[in-house]
């Protein structure tokens, strides 16, 4: 590879360098993708960006990328440079897909610890009934200061879905996953609805 190639690729404009050529290695390589997909990941369509379909996509991206890198005065073949650039591609792919985002749970699905409760169970909040803000907000700020651990959470959790916040925005300011708001909110409705905090709203 020439130096004004070489310049071009560090400036950014590498697909400018994937000639007829190129295009025709990545071509004839494309059997290469599937294999090393499924040899690297372990497959989840509920997680976005872990599906086949993905990853594949990611995998043709990077054979692209390794058609743009590959040196053949190196002494290896383009199958196995490609095989390597398109595993690490995939690596770091579904770590960032992994950091980025939580698995999908369905609204029938039991919550972990959750007393057998599923995620549908904890959709209806105090909020959605005819009653003013204020008047539950009042009621519960009152049974915060009476109750602590996760009760306290989920009550805490309450008011500030009443305020507005959704239940992933309270659990990123958690540090948790969405569904253990939902979980604490749910033991906490139960608890003020057996002790009577809750009377005025049934």
């Known amino acids: 590879m020439n130096s004004n190639a070489k310049e071009k690729r560090k400036r ?10 190129r295009k025709r290695m990545v071509e004839d390589h494309l059997y290469l993708v599937k294999p ?20 594949y996509q990611t995998g043709c991206e990077a054979l692209c990328h390794a058609a743009l890198q590959y040196d053949p005065d190196r002494g290896a073949s383009f199958a196995t440079f490609a095989k390597v650039v398109v595993h690490n591609q995939l690596i770091s792919h579904c770590r960032k897909a992994v950091s980025h985002q939580w ?19 904890t959709l209806t ?7 003013s803000d204020v ?10 200061g009476r109750y602590s651990g ?11 879905k ?14 948790v ?26």
């Open 12 to 21: 950014g404009d590498g697909m400018a360098l994937l000639n007829e050529d």
């Open 36 to 55: 090393v997909v499924l040899g690297t990941i372990d497959l989840n369509e509920s997680v976005q960006g872990l599906g086949f379909d993905d990853l």
């Open 103 to 121: 698995e999908t749970e369905y609204l029938d699905a039991p919550i972990k610890d959750g007393d057998g409760l599923t995620y549908a169970d």
């Open 125 to 131: 909040d105090l909020c959605d009934h005819a009653f």
């Open 135 to 144: 008047d539950i907000l009042s009621v519960l700020v009152d049974a915060e």
């Open 150 to 160: 996760i009760c306290k959470k989920g009550i805490h959790a309450l008011i500030l």
């Open 162 to 175: 009443c305020q507005g916040h959704t239940g992933t925005e309270i659990a990123a300011d958690y540090g």
């Open 177 to 202: 996953k969405p569904k253990y708001v939902a979980s604490w909110i749910s033991r906490a409705k139960n608890r003020l609805r057996a002790d009577g905090s809750l009377a005025c709203f049934m």
